[in-house]
């Protein structure tokens, strides 16, 4: 059974480089899909207030027969709970539903710029990290400029930035400045929805390694140092997902994917997500 190698984090603690997200699996699945993943290798799920299956996702890992140590939980908070003491009373809310003691990532999802509050609701995630009830925290779809106000102001950097990053939207500078300054990339709608996986360069790829255009992807995302969270609910995807760790792809094919970017997304520009 495969299983992801961790990457280190710059408080100390690691996560592992591939996990799986639960966006948009239906609550009546949610339990199901992680119990899979599980059997399958998995030991992080990444799932948000946003998805509404926060529930689901706590009883799975409760339930999976895998000490909850060996497990890492990623939730995040919405963009209508932005300021101090609302981050704090949505990440009870969070942990209510996920009946959980801790979780091991938590993640402001937007910084709703518009609102500008998301210096003082990172406060309140120091805060919760002070407290171990986030054992590691980050944010979500911060650009540059919002890192840098983060910096700034409170002198804390995030453990993670996730961000919609895949070869169409490769994002080489900001995944650069996380490097300077120790800050994982994480990579979400890392297979861009599925648009890719029939793309002639993925599937050329794929056909000469014997691999799936997915695995040709998410080896792609390995390679380049990011943390990747595939979503599927079929159990045969699930499971050829996460096998991605037993080959490399050469120089040459890194580069005819990293050609492919034309900084095209399948979501909205940071800058543009409100409360």
């Not at 199901?32 to 890992?61: C, H, K, M, P, Q």
């Amino acid at each position: 059974m495969p299983k992801a190698p961790d990457v280190r984090l710059n408080d100390g603690r690691s996560m592992p480089r591939l996990g799986l997200g639960v966006y948009k699996v239906p609550q009546a699945e949610t339990v199901d899909v992680v119990r899979t993943a599980v059997d399958a290798g998995y030991r992080s799920i990444d799932t948000a207030t946003l998805y509404r299956n926060e529930a689901e996702v706590g009883r799975a890992v409760r339930e999976c027969g895998v000490p909850r140590a060996e497990l890492f939980v990623t939730t995040k908070l919405w963009n209508d709970s932005h300021g101090h003491d609302a981050a704090l009373a949505a990440f009870d809310e969070s942990m209510a539903r996920l009946a959980l003691d801790y979780v091991d990532l938590y993640l402001i999802h937007w910084p709703v710029p518009s609102v500008d509050r998301y210096v003082e609701t990172w406060r309140a995630l120091l805060r919760l990290q002070d407290e171990g009830r986030a054992r590691s925290i980050g944010v979500s779809n911060f650009t540059e400029a919002h890192l840098t106000r983060l910096f700034d102001e409170t002198g804390e950097v995030p453990a993670v930035n996730q961000v919609e990053l895949h070869p169409q939207l490769g994002q080489p500078e900001l995944r650069a400045f996380h490097a300077e300054h120790g800050i994982v990339t994480e990579a979400w709608a890392p297979l861009a929805r599925g648009s890719l996986l029939e793309h002639p360069v993925i599937t050329g790829i794929a056909d000469r390694y014997g691999r799936t255009p997915a695995q040709v992807v998410l080896r792609w995302h390995v390679q380049h140092d990011t943390v990747a969270i595939p979503k599927s609910v079929n159990p045969e995807r699930i499971r050829a997902n996460i096998a991605v760790f037993d080959f490399a792809l050469d120089v040459g094919d890194m580069a005819a994917i990293d050609a492919l970017d034309s900084s095209s997304r399948t979501g909205n520009h940071p800058d543009d997500v409100g409360p």
